[in-house]
Structure formats: structure tokens, C-alpha cells
């Protein structure tokens, strides 16, 4: 009998030396599964970074068409204003040879009349 209280024995303290090491293992785990909840921290805040630049972009790209049509409009009533220009200049050009015109008739006439 004593055989078998000492086989029991030894079993126990194996276990009890079992449940020491297992303890000394949660107590080295525990740094490990911190670091990795940190980790996963960092990833989500990696992520909300990510979507945070993604729509910034997203707005610059916006911000940059909008700049690109009112360039497109500026551009297109400057041709307007150019065309508008040339037809002033052109309407000028003729008053100037209108006057000339008339003088010159006002002129005949004048001497027509002399005559």
C-alpha cells in the first residue's frame, strides 16, 4: 500500500509541478497577448487613418475638377469677351471710315456747290 500512496504522491507533486510551470507560462503570456492587443490597436487606428486620408483625397479630387470648370468657363467667356473685343474693334474701324466717308461727301458737296 505504501507503493501505491507513494505513486500518488509523486503523481500529485508532477501535477503540482505542472500547475507552477503553466502559471510561470500565463505570467510570460500575458506581456505577449498585451503587445498583441496593442498591435490590434494600431491597426484600427492604421485603418481610421487610412479611410481619414482616403476621403481627404477624395475631397481634393473634387476641389480640383470644380477648380478645372471654372477654368473651362473662365476660358470659354474670355473667348467670348475676345470675340466681343474684335467686334468692337471692328465696329470702330468702320465708324472711323463712316466719318471719313462723310466728310468726304460733305466735302464734294461743299465744293459742288461753289462751283
Known amino acids: 500500500?505504501?507503493?501505491?500512496?507513494?505513486?500518488?504522491?509523486?503523481?500529485?507533486?508532477?501535477?503540482?509541478?505542472?500547475?507552477?510551470?503553466?502559471?510561470?507560462?500565463?505570467?510570460?503570456?500575458?506581456?505577449?497577448?498585451?503587445?498583441i492587443q496593442d498591435l490590434k490597436m494600431q491597426i484600427v487606428d492604421i485603418g481610421k487613418n487610412t479611410q481619414i486620408t482616403e476621403k481627404g483625397t477624395e475631397n481634393i479630387e473634387k476641389k480640383m475638377e470644380n477648380i478645372e470648370k471654372r477654368i473651362e468657363n473662365i476660358e470659354k467667356r474670355t473667348e467670348k469677351t475676345d470675340e466681343n473685343v474684335e467686334n468692337i474693334q471692328q465696329m470702330n474701324s468702320l465708324k472711323l471710315e463712316l466719318k471719313k466717308l462723310k466728310k468726304k461727301k460733305t466735302y464734294k458737296e461743299t465744293r459742288r456747290w461753289e462751283k
Not at 504522491?9 to 500565463?26: A, F, N, T
Open 1 to 35: 500500500q505504501e507503493d501505491t500512496s507513494n505513486g500518488i504522491i509523486k503523481d500529485h507533486s508532477i501535477l503540482q509541478q505542472e500547475k507552477e510551470k503553466e502559471k510561470g507560462m500565463d505570467v510570460s503570456l500575458q506581456p505577449i497577448m498585451q503587445g
